[in-house]
């Protein structure tokens, strides 16, 4: 997709309060105009909720939300833009198609309504996302995965100035999530218009997201660039399992034998399991802070491949009276690890001394 000439350079504001049952929810969103914002937390958090009131379909939220220059809601002076009219392309969790149409049909639908937009590249779409041969068949017949990315490619096609996108992959077998999960990262090197993407899996945020906001319990705990908020030491502990590094660099060697790439990042290196990745790609790898172990000097005769030079930066409790929660810098990429509190007192680490980070290669890669 290449950008609309008139495409306003701000994102979507969003400050909004409402109530579903007994959860009473009140989120306040600055989002940026560009790349994929990710809407993340435990199930039951409100995250598709949330989404559901920035596109107007919770008529009973309150407050204020703007996209770009365009106000779609203004309670304080009685403006409401129906969701027709957000330009948003939605894609749900399960895929809402026409069964009466050809998956062609479900794909021209949205394209012929906002007029076949010349900067749209409904051919490349196609191709894509893998979906030349399925063309005239009809989507009653369409397995599950390729029913959602007929949905995607539509919602692309219908020249959205917004992309919501709610767990699109939780329905998914394993193979058919990992294609499709693939061929939304080669869609985000491409994609101009912003997308909000919500998930409870923490693989799919990282492999996606540029900007991150973290929900529990109906609002927003903590929002900003996704390697920043997944190291603060301020999380809530129903996210503990997914606090830890995202980082990115380029895959300079691959290991033959014995099916590893080493992946070179301002850190250091790091050997990771070989999925299909060739030398020269960029590449991101999530490292949880549960598979960080640290030392006060390097290793040897461990299984641990990886082995990194850190500088102590900060530790807080981890919600846990057992465990502690450290903060490393390494060579400018900020790491944490999840410790027990008794080896964090053996390891006498002060914040500004240097350990070692070992990580074992079988628990990265993403």
Known sequence: MTERPDESPLGLDAKL???????????????????ITALFGPSGAGKTSCL????????????????????????????????HKRRIG?????????????VAGNLDFGYRRAGRPAHLDREG???????????ERRVDGLSGGERQRVSMVRALLSDPALLMFDE??????????????????????????????VSHNVDEVARLADHLVLMEAGH???????????TRLDLPPALGDAVGAVIEGEVVAYDAHDQLIELDFAGGRLWLPYRHERVGQRLRCRISARDV???????????????????????VDAGQSSQVLVQLDAGGCMLLARITRRSWHALGLPPGSTAWAQVKAVALGI
């Open 125 to 135: 779409l196609i191709d894509r996302f893998g979906l030349r041969p399925l063309l």
């Open 90 to 102: 939605y894609v749900f969790q399960e895929a809402s198609l026409f069964t009466h149409h050809s």
């Open 293 to 315: 172990v640290l030392s006060t000097t390097p290793q040897t005769g461990t299984s641990a491949l990886n082995q990194l030079p850190c500088r102590i930066v900060a530790a």
């Open 17 to 35: 309060a409402w109530r579903r049952g007994a959860l009473a929810f009140e989120v306040d969103l600055t989002l940026p105009p560009r790349g």
């Open 220 to 230: 927003v705990v903590a929002q900003g660039g996704l390697q920043d908020t997944l």
């Open 168 to 197: 699109p992959l939780s329905a998914l077998d394993g193979p058919a999530r990992t294609d499709l999960l693939e061929c939304l990262e080669s869609l985000h090197a491409t994609l101009q218009v912003p997308m909000i993407y």
């Open 52 to 83: 559901r009131a920035m596109a107007g379909l919770e008529r009973d939220a309150v407050g204020r939300v703007s996209f770009g220059q365009t106000v779609w809601q203004d309670s304080t002076h009685r403006v409401f833009v129906p969701p």
